[in-house]
């Protein structure tokens, strides 16, 4: 038979599947002796059964009865009984945190009779009626669905009546009047009555704790954290313990470090006569947690033993609520606390330093996400006043400029040079080239999916959504902080993505210290020392080699100081463009052999020299350098600018300059419907004469000149796009003749590797072919990701992807994670069958995902050799791909 319920005693932390986090918690304290109020869990099998069929489990409550039985039993008193009765709180708690997401019911048991009990028996009268009023409350708004606001008034309305600020300046009377008329706004809501019955009580809340899964707010938390719809919570029914009996009483709450640093010491909050989560409420000023030294050092001294217990068995960082009853001591909840990138490396740290978790531990309990964070540069806040308002810190970053109301007017703007910060209600598609116009984006609706942040992410735009103090009043173009201070558009604001704040003027800028470390090797002292040890134990059990996208010399000596083996992509497009540009169009222009040949041996000495500048950066590590892969009419003029030149030369009845004609000619002939499917990468080495041939001459002349100077160059040549065998196999005979031809000319053999991209799935299906003409593989999974879905990936972005995001197709972009279900089948069909054609393949990846935290534990689980990506996000990628070897799963408790 099922079981429904389990007892405190019953349980442990690793039932937390079953008991959610905060019972099987609670459990776990039992176990270890800490003073918690007895009680039982309901399941979350039994929330899942509730949710699924509308109707809770056969013998559910006949559980929850013997339970309660028990637990009556062991306080000696009943369940609302009329004389000193017991009370229970009925709190929700899902597997994963989810904090103030879903509902928590206390006091249940009060009626008209049990509070002249509960009055009695505490021989404070006031006491109890302030726990019914609680309870009306609480059991109104959470069960029986009445709008929180309106009690709010009431209690406001009462107050000013009484002419006092602070609840606990109402008296008993007072109290008892709310009560009945909180009663009465039910009722007239409800047309039902606050039920008097404790047992109905009990199992409504149960019930309502159990629907409060799928409340609005609690699916939409889900979605941001990406946690499953289906889990369910559990219920918590425990047995009340009393913070609000006076000044000898109160409730807090704890953490055993500091949250924001992971500093040792003692951090939280205490406010005395108060019940349940007054303290985090705001309702009255808390006291730091170190005056309850003074107030009660002896409840002060328990908790602190208590921490140092609880920190030590989880190892961890733990946030804790706790009561003390009339100088008696309750913890009440524990979990491993949410922290910052910065906290969860320190934590790490001290924690090895201690001896309490091992090295392996440590490194999986940081994250590359976090990591990223630390690299960004920061506003220097210690001289800036207080921030003008805070919302959710979306897409991280430093951001300043002058506050603009709307899409046009930051472009106008922009287009001066001047910097702008968008400052919407919400973004929308329409919005998106003020975006892109502007430093970062502000909004005063909207979470991490909305329009704004799905965009600005991708665009590394700095994003802060959802700020919603602030009011936007866009008819007289300026919009008033929570506090009422007026920022008029043209002010200059400063936006800090990864705080979530905004600050009135511009913030200065500093390199991050993590960055000065990696940019200069400065000794790393503090955060920076705790991450340089985490990428240490990393870099010693990775499998993963990590490689740089890099095409320059600059960001090839980068990407070498943040710990690259090597550049998996150098793209050479950029070695086209600039003064090379007419160059590139007297080729396309040739008319005959003489003509393109005079244009290539032109462009040869400039690529020679690129190349040899990467390779001296990247001096003993090998450099991938692809072919030409865009289409060639992005190298030449915009067609309408042409034509527009064109026609105003006839139209003053002038004669047009000739190479604009032929120039409109060949952009014409060139023009394709859908540039991305055209003729570009392997297609244009193959129909463009001597393109192929002049580029494998520079890397090869290069190569030889490195040799010469000393230098240990490991040039290999990748071809983009190849869909066939075919195609590889025509490039390879021309990049040997080459490279033969360059030996013989200089007298010592070149070699260089020759292989492809696989970023077309039909490249990934027909592999082992492919894998007969190619030395290593390296999937492009930007390309793979739009040819898999068949989307362009400028073209969807902004246009339905936050809509996608919100439909639930996909909880993160394929574009940020690689898509494993679909994208990554044909990784691994490649990587099997390229290998089982040649067992000594290299293969790596060299798209964005590279870089990514999750794609990275895709790829090592995937057999791949290398990962590249920007200079930048080398770090992350070592300490992923360290992570993905000695963790399953995503172990990153960065909050
Ligand atoms: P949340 O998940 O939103 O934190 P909780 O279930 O933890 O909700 O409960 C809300 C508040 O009520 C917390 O401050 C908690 O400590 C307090 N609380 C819950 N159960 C009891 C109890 N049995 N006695 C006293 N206070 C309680
Ligand atoms: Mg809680
Ligand atoms: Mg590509």
């Given at each position: 038979m099922v079981r429904y319920v389990y007892d405190f005693a019953e349980g442990g932390r690793e039932l937390d599947g079953l008991l959610g986090g905060k019972g099987a918690n609670l459990a776990e304290m039992t176990r270890l002796g800490l003073p918690v109020p007895p009680g039982f869990v309901i399941t979350t099998e039994a929330c899942r059964a509730f949710l699924a069929t509308g109707a809770e489990p056969d013998g559910m409550f006949r559980d929850v009865s013997e339970h309660l039985s028990a637990l009556e039993e062991g306080a000696r008193r009943r369940l609302g009984h009329p004389d000193d009765p017991l009370l229970v709180s009925v709190r929700s708690g899902a597997r994963f945190s989810m904090p103030g997401m879903m509902e928590t019911v206390l006091d249940i048991g009060l009626n008209d009779a049990s509070v002249l009990g509960l009055a009695e028996a505490s021989g404070n009268e006031r006491f109890a009626w302030d726990s019914y009023r609680r309870l009306v409350q609480m059991f109104g708004s959470t069960v029986m669905s009445v709008d929180t606001a309106l009690f709010e008034r009431a209690l406001t309305t009462l107050k000013e009546d009484r002419g006092v600020r602070d609840d606990v300046h109402l008296g008993t009377e007072d109290l008892a009047e709310l009560v009945e008329a909180y009663r009465r706004l039910i009722h007239d809501e409800t047309g039902e009555g606050f039920p008097q019955s404790p047992a109905e009580q009990l199992r409504r809340a149960i019930l309502a704790v159990f629907r409060s899964w799928n409340g609005e707010r609690a699916r939409l938390y889900r979605r941001r954290e990406h946690i499953p719809d289906d889990l369910g919570t559990a219920v918590t029914v425990q047995r009340m313990v009393y913070g609000n009996l006076g000044s000898d009483s109160g409730s807090g709450v704890a953490f055993t470090r500091d949250p924001a640093t992971g500093r040792p010491g003692l951090y939280g909050d205490y406010l005395p006569d108060a019940q349940g989560e007054d303290v985090v409420a705001g309702i009255r000023n808390t006291v730091p947690l170190t005056d309850l030294q003074h107030l009660d050092p002896r409840s002060y001294r328990q908790l602190l033993e208590h921490m140092r217990t609880l920190e030590r068995h989880y190892r961890d960082l733990c946030d804790i609520e706790f009561t003390i009853e009339r100088g008696t001591l309750w913890i009440l909840q524990t979990r491993v606390g949410k922290r910052t990138a910065e906290a969860a490396f320190a934590i790490a740290a001290e924690l090895t330093d201690e001896g309490l978790i091992t090295q392996d531990e440590a490194l999986a309990r940081v994250g590359g996400d976090g990591l990223a964070r630390l690299m960004f540069p920061r506003f220097d806040t210690s001289a800036t006043p207080d921030a003008l308002a805070h919302g959710i810190p979306a897409s991280p970053g430093a951001a300043v400029g002058a506050a603009v109301l709307d899409s046009a007017e930051a472009v106008r703007r922009a287009a001066e040079g001047r910097q702008v910060i968008l400052v919407r209600q919400e973004t929308t598609p329409d919005d998106l080239p003020g975006m892109i116009a502007a430093q970062a984006v502000l909004t005063s609706r909207g979470g991490k999916t909305s329009h704004a942040a799905v965009v600005a992410r991708g665009m590394g735009k700095v994003c802060v959504c959802g700020a919603e103090e602030l009011t936007l009043d866009t008819g007289h173009r300026r919009f008033t902080t929570g506090d009422g201070t007026v920022v008029e558009e043209g002010a200059v604001i400063s936006v800090d993505g990864s705080a979530g704040a905004v600050y009135a003027g511009a913030v200065p800028l500093v390199d991050s210290p993590l960055m000065r470390h990696l940019e200069t090797g400065e000794q790393p002292a503090g955060t920076v020392r705790d991450v340089a040890r985490a990428l240490e134990r990393a870099d010693g059990v990775r499998r993963l080699e990590v490689r740089a996208n890099a095409d320059t010399p600059e960001d090839a000596a980068r990407a070498r100081r943040f710990?690259?083996?090597?550049?998996?992509l150098c793209r050479?497009?950029?070695?086209?463009?600039?003064?090379?540009r007419k160059l590139v169009e007297e080729m396309i222009l040739a008319r005959t052999d003489r003509e393109r040949e005079h244009a290539l041996d032109t462009l040869l000495p400039l690529q020679r020299q690129d190349f040899a500048g990467i390779l001296e950066a990247m001096d003993g590590l090998p450099v991938t350098i692809r072919l030409l892969d865009p289409p060639l009419h992005e190298f030449l003029p915009d067609r309408t600018d042409l034509a527009v030149r064109i026609a105003a030369a006839e139209a003053h009845g002038e004669q047009p300059d000739p190479h604009d004609t032929r120039l409109l000619d060949a952009v014409g002939r060139m023009h394709e419907a859908n540039p991305m499917l055209g003729l570009r990468g392997v297609r244009l080495g193959l129909v463009v004469p001597g393109l192929v041939a002049m580029q494998v001459r520079a890397v090869a002349e290069a190569v030889v000149e490195r040799t010469r100077a000393g230098g240990d160059p490991h040039a290999e040549i990748m071809v983009p796009l190849v869909g066939d065998v075919t195609e590889i196999r025509l490039v390879r005979g021309e990049v040997e003749g080459v490279l033969a031809a360059v030996g013989e000319e200089y007298g010592a053999p070149v070699r260089c590797p020759v292989g492809t991209m696989i970023e077309l799935p039909r490249a990934a299906l027909t592999a082992g072919r492919i894998a007969e003409e190619a030395d290593f593989f390296s999937f492009g999974t930007n390309d793979l990701t739009q040819t898999t879905w068949g989307f362009s990936r400028d073209d969807v972005e902004s246009a339905f992807f936050s809509a996608y995001l919100d439909k639930g197709v996909f909880d993160t972009s394929p574009f940020e994670t690689l898509d494993r279900s679909g994208v990554g089948r044909l990784v691994g069909i490649a990587v099997a069958e390229g290998r089982a054609t040649r067992p000594d393949l290299k293969i790596g990846v060299c798209g964005e995902h590279g870089g990514d935290p999750e794609s990275v534990h895709f790829f090592h689980a995937a057999g791949l050799d290398y990962v590249s990506c920007s200079p930048f996000r080398v770090p992350v990628a070592r300490l992923e791909a360290g992570r993905a070897a000695i963790v399953t799963g995503d172990g990153d408790t960065t909050a």
């Open positions: 710990g690259a083996q090597g550049i998996g050479t497009e950029h070695m086209f463009l600039g003064d090379r």
